[in-house]
């Protein structure tokens, strides 16, 4: 490949437990003008780079790896396209660049285009997808929405980006302090060679973007856990428009969590980063709003408020069930007005939910577990990521990275196979899942006795009976976890116990709060 036709990939290293002082390491493995296949063809640049940290430093994570990959090839190649891949992902079509490239050349779509963005797609997922890795919507079915406006969002993978795209917006260019980093620049001289070599390991040093304007006006940007959610929201704010390619056979592939705690940790690591963006200068109902529009800005907002679904969620899990099991009525009875109000919203809601699964090829089960997992979720990453961002604002806590592990072992791989919802870790994550799971059979149960005693009166109680009945049958995986596994990935027993003992203790305040 030549310089104007090499793709370079850009995978994102991100592992943040190095050592005190890690050096600068980039070794060239293959050079397109001296190796070749065994057909005598011209293979692509392949280059190594491990970047320099330092705990005097900041190295910002996956956006910080991201940039210095973006100067190191600027020094090398400069080539024109960058692609970006998880560790874990791989390409599934080699006609995939051949795509990109139309959107790239068009001139009615090319001229203002950042980003061609592919879904992500995922090998080995249990049939039924039971911890909704597909994420349908936050994958397909928003991006498409998003598609027929300013474009979808950066995905974190599998995304083309045209490297002018990092330097300000399509009629602004911000250019970066060396000439050498510029997204025009022209490389003259072999990678091999000496001057390009030291001012690739310059370019990767810990401490050269201080003082300059990269994470901030130049590259992926820095201020978010999120940094490609943070980084495609700016660059629209600075004019760029994006295109969703979903063609029918998959580009990439990767992998997906394979366990309850991995899957929900990282669920929870973007909803903190997600809040980071809500609450700063560049909130989307506010900044969003003005620079990119309301529908654009709106879009923007559906993920940047994820955490504050724990709100609603955590109310009608606990709230509608407690006071069933004290015969107090929440709701209008079934044959008030006010009720087809709250039937309309469900079915309305669920239905629709439920059709845009099956028009893009998916199963009911699919739509089942990921609407369970949606709670699950809800009780789980958004509850303990709105803590947790809490406590860091106030300066109580500091916020970690953990990657997301994809590794299992043959029992855990055999079990997901089955699935069976995989806890085995005692984490506090699991508690209020469990406790929801336990109110609410109570509050079934409590309702159905309720009924009985009164001789069949169920007007008043439909709504909150039905409610505490649709979570029980959610909660199936949690009751089976709790009493009848014995395997390794059953709910840890204090877990079980300690969910058991809050329940009991709210079931306790609810009836002496009833009681005046």
Known sequence: MNGEEERMILGKWTNCFAPRHHPTIIHVLLESSKNTDIAGESLPNLIYVSRQKSE?????????ALNVLLRVSATMTNAPIVLTLDCDTYSNDPQTPLRVLCYFMDPKVGSNCGYVQFPQRFRGISKNDMYGSEYMRLFIFNPIG????????????GCFFVRRTFFGGPSALEPPELPELHPSHVVQNSIRSRQVLDLAHLVARCDYEINTKWGSKL??????????????????????????????RAAFYGDAPMNLLDAVNQVKRWAIGLLEVTFSKYSPITFGVRSMGLLMGISYCHNAFWAFLCIPVTVYAFLPQLALLNGASVFPRVWDPWFSVYAFLFLGAYGQDLLEFLQEGSTFQKWWNDQRIW?????SSYFFASIEFSLKSLGISALGFNVTSKVVDQDQSKRYDQELFEFGTSSPMFLPMATAAIVNLAGFAGGLIGIWRSGGAWEEVFVQIFLAGFTVVN?????????FRKDGGKLPCEITFLSLFLALLLCSFAAFFSSF
């Open 56 to 64: 005097t430093s900041r190295h910002n994570f996956k956006a910080g």
């Open 475 to 483: 909660c199936f995986p949690l009751y089976e976890a709790m009493a």
């Open 146 to 157: 998003m598609d027929g406006l300013l474009g979808p969002g950066y995905l974190g993978t």
């Open 219 to 248: 590259g992926f940007r820095y201020g978010s856990l999120v940094e490609d959610y943070f980084t495609a929201y700016l660059q629209k704010s600075e004019g760029w428009k994006s295109v969703f390619c979903n063609p029918n």
């Open 375 to 379: 709670s699950v979720r809800a009780l």
